[in-house]
């Protein structure tokens, strides 16, 4: 009986001390686990924030290359369309300093015929108008705010390629100058980016080569035209 009555007080007091031993000593996060934590999550987040920022840039920029194709394919296709209608016209027995076609590196221009009568369609480039971007600074001892300029966008803003259609009556008078109605067909044209080549067939020759020229300055129409954007 004394054994069995020991056994019971042991194993009451081992119970005991576990449940002081819990209440007393808690299990739980120290400050520098939190630290260590925020700082890993941090990290992730930072990563992730990264990636996902990345991608949107690129997102963005694939979307910007195909905007200019796109403007770039349809503008080609109003060319194309425009050249493949263009009319021949004889001046000489009217006047023959005048052409029904005339091309330069970057600029041509040739009669079209439209249900409205003949119309004189010139494609060429335009540079747009001269932006400056302007800071404020407040002078600390002048009375007034000084206007610097910081940048001048005129070298890196592209040039306009201009469609311009004028009927024929006014070329009779102008001579191909430039100030009919202009389209904008695109805004994303570098400097120096159209240019144009003109084709004529060579029956000198034995073989009767094609030969491409810059300019084109001929009474009659060009065998070929040759469009580089």
Request: hydrophobic share 40%.
């Amino acid at each position: 009986m004394k054994k069995i009555n020991k056994f019971i007080v042991q194993k009451f007091c081992s119970a005991t001390t576990r449940i002081q031993i819990l209440m007393i000593s808690p299990k739980g996060f120290t400050l520098i686990e939190l630290l260590l934590g925020l700082i890993i999550f941090s990290i992730v987040a930072l990563s992730l924030y990264s990636t996902f920022a990345q991608g949107i840039k690129l997102n963005r920029k694939a979307e910007s290359v195909n905007k200019i194709f796109r403007d770039i394919r349809w503008t080609m296709n109003q060319m194309v369309a425009d050249l493949e209608k263009m009319a021949p016209f004889d001046f000489s027995k009217t006047n023959s300093e005048q052409l029904a076609f005339l091309g330069k590196l970057d600029q041509l221009s040739f009669i079209l015929p439209s249900p409205t009568g003949l119309q004189v369609v010139s494609y060429y480039l335009q540079r747009p108008e001269d932006v400056h971007i302007h800071k404020i600074i407040i002078g600390e001892k002048s009375k007034k705010n000084i206007a610097v300029v910081i940048q001048n966008e005129e070298e890196s803003k592209p040039q306009y390629l201009i469609r311009e259609e004028h009927p024929f009556v006014d070329h009779l008078q102008t001579n191909l100058t430039l100030n009919g109605d202009q389209e904008i067909l695109s805004t994303q044209i570098k400097e120096g980016g159209l240019k144009f080549s003109y084709a004529y067939l060579d029956t000198k020759t034995e073989d009767k080569q094609i030969i491409w020229q810059d300019q084109w300055s001929k009474p009659y129409l060009p065998f070929g035209v040759r469009v580089q954007i």
